[in-house]
């Protein structure tokens, strides 16, 4: 019988709900091959880890002291039989210096799934350095970071893992647009809003199709919600802080609206099409997705009655099947002799 391996996994819990899908798409993949493991967070949760080079001022110990999340803190002594970087733009900065100290003073195998860019045009030496000797997969989720990836590490392009958050005796069949879910944001939030260009042709899109279909406004975020509720759409609004809750909230949904990219995914996942409204440099992770991407220039509704929303779900349901195949693989492959 396998031995209980103990991995790392670097994300975020109760910050972005998005690395919450994306992580269940990995945790899925790891149960399809058999792989059993205590996974251990490293919550990159600003509120947890806020001033990370208190790291480099002898306060450690006072820092661990403070710790109250039910993550880890990361002590010296630590050591993990891996470590997973799951699906972020933030696989390297201050924040994870602590943790990149550990992985190269103990050797830890390291594996980069689903990596998205957040504009990073160059490495640190010490991600290169563990890419050339710890790392043995990465998997990013667009072209540019399998570009940047490339030269230190056999980097491969796969969808995100947020495509496999939802199992597929949870998928939806989809035969007409009847209710749209329209994820929103506002900008309220130091590092969940966007800008008033964006709401603006958030709202005008809403203003388009409100008139032709039954539309539920979904946020992501505390601030989000508070914004929709007292400005925008009433009490209308979804919002869960509990991630696993946008499942059974976008169930109701036969098309998914967002600024958000991940919550394309989670739509992909459950086979509901998708559009996105795009607002920075990340969105080619929703062509991952097989999602529409909508500039503001564009006539939602012309759209929309140009597709055939059937068949468009049907090649969601193929793509995320294949997709899960290659991924289980290459996972596979990476763990074998750990």
């Known amino acids: 019988m396998q031995k209980r391996k103990d991995f790392l996994v670097s994300t975020t819990k109760q910050w972005n709900c998005g690395d919450e899908f994306i992580w269940y798409g990995i945790r899925n993949i790891m149960q399809a091959i ?9 919550n990159r ?61 103990k050797k830890i195998p390291t594996f980069f799934l689903g990596i998205g860019w957040g504009g990073q045009t160059q490495l640190s030496e010490d991600l290169k350095t563990i890419l050339k000797k710890t790392t043995r997969l990465v998997i990013g989720r667009d072209p540019h970071v399998v570009k940047l990836f490339s030269p230190y590490s056999d980097a491969h392009y796969e969808p995100c893992p947020s495509l ?23 900008e309220q939030g130091r590092e969940h809003s966007v800008t008033k260009d ?12 409100k ?45 998914i609206i967002s600024t ?48 055939n929303v059937s068949r468009w779900a049907e090649s969601i349901v193929k793509h995320k099947k294949k997709s899960f195949s290659r991924y289980k693989d290459q996972v596979r492959g990476s763990l074998c002799g750990l």
């Open 45 to 105: 949760h600003p509120s947890i880890n806020p001033r990370p080079r208190l790291y480099r001022r002898n306060i450690l110990k006072k820092k661990i002291a403070e710790h109250q999340d039910n993550s880890t803190p990361l002590e010296a002594n630590d050591s993990f039989d891996g470590v997973i970087f799951a699906g972020t733009p933030e696989w390297e900065g201050p924040r994870l210096e602590p943790l990149f100290e550990i992985i190269l003073r």
């Open 164 to 186: 496999f958050a939802v199992r597929e005796k949870d998928m939806r069949r989809i035969e007409r647009i009847q209710k749209i879910g329209f994820v929103f944001q506002g």
């Open 211 to 255: 008139e032709r279909f039954d539309v539920l406004p979904i946020a992501h975020y505390v601030t989000d919600w508070s914004y929709g509720r007292d400005q925008v759409f009433g009490s209308d609004v979804r919002y869960s802080f509990v991630a696993e809750d946008y499942v059974e909230i976008y169930k109701d949904c036969d098309l």
């Open 34 to 42: 058999g792989f059993k493991a205590n996974y251990i967070l490293y």
């Open 260 to 307: 958000r990219i991940h919550a394309c995914g989670l739509a992909a996942s459950l086979g509901i099409p998708s559009i996105c409204l795009p607002h920075d440099d990340r969105v080619d992770t929703v062509k991952g997705f097989k999602s529409l991407i909508i500039n503001n220039k564009s006539k939602i509704l012309t759209q929309l009655k140009q597709v």
């Open 198 to 209: 964006v709401i603006g042709h958030m709202l005008q899109i809403y203003s388009e199709i």
